[in-house]
């Protein structure tokens, strides 16, 4: 069974750092790309950065509101993604997905998500 | 960036059919912004209904297909039923980067 498990959310300062976690298990993790999205509160929703497989140079995009700030990263040897936030401000106030991606063999799963809240 | 742009809302009367489309602010959408469709459910987290213009998953309903139409990406939903109440978002890839619509809300009613 395919599982996504978010977490590092939770309350931080603006200006503030916050690295989330996506660890990953059954399927086969270093193959696939890593997607995240955001949701603010009552809100659409936001792609926010991926990462490519090893295979695929390990190559990342990310969305325009988070460019410069964000970095996504993983660790195979691990099965696990992370999303380093950085210069966070009430804006990036959001839930936070995980999602894999992999279209050669119909992969394409959600996490549960990991709230983050930017205020004072 | 792009902008990319859906109906805000839609009302489909149980067993009707319904055209949901997603637009560019680039211009048409093409097989090459392989277009994606997510339904989400109140408190839960979205699922890939639709990837690569019109390809399902296993677990994507018989009654939604996914299509090029007008210079947009369509889900039509043909036979709806009460269940398929819910938001829907699309999704378009530009040179790497990914933009979502600012999704549908679908009524059945």
């Known amino acids: 069974e395919v599982q996504l498990v978010e977490s590092g959310g939770g309350l931080i300062q603006p200006g503030g750092s916050l690295k989330l976690s996506c660890a990953a298990s059954?399927?086969?993790?270093?193959?696939?790309?890593m997607h995240w999205v955001r949701q603010a509160s009552g809100k659409g929703l936001e792609w926010v950065g991926r990462?490519?497989?090893?295979?695929?140079?390990?190559?990342?995009a990310y969305g325009a509101s988070v460019r410069g700030r964000f970095i996504v990263s993983r660790d195979d040897s691990r099965n696990t993604a992370y999303l380093h936030m950085n210069s966070l401000t009430s804006e990036d106030t959001a839930v936070y997905y995980c999602r894999v991606e992999e279209v050669a063999v119909r992969l394409d799963y959600w996490g549960r998500g990991t709230p983050v809240t930017v205020a004072s | 960036q792009a902008v990319v742009t859906q109906e805000p809302s839609l009302t489909v009367s149980p067993g009707g059919t319904v055209t949901l489309t997603c637009g560019s602010s680039t211009g048409a959408v093409t097989s090459g912004h392989y277009p994606y469709w997510f339904q989400q459910k109140p408190g839960q987290a979205p699922r890939t209904l639709i990837f690569?213009?019109?390809n399902k998953h296993f677990w994507t309903p018989a009654r939604f297909s996914g299509s090029l139409l007008g210079g947009k990406a369509a889900l039509t939903l043909s036979g709806a039923q009460p269940e398929d109440e819910a938001e829907y978002y699309c999704l378009l890839y530009y040179s790497g980067a990914r933009v979502f619509g600012g999704g549908t809300r679908l009524t059945v009613l």
């Open positions: 690569d213009t019109r």
């Open positions: 990462v490519t497989s090893k295979a695929d140079n390990l190559a990342p």
């Open positions: 059954g399927f086969t993790f270093s193959g696939s790309a």
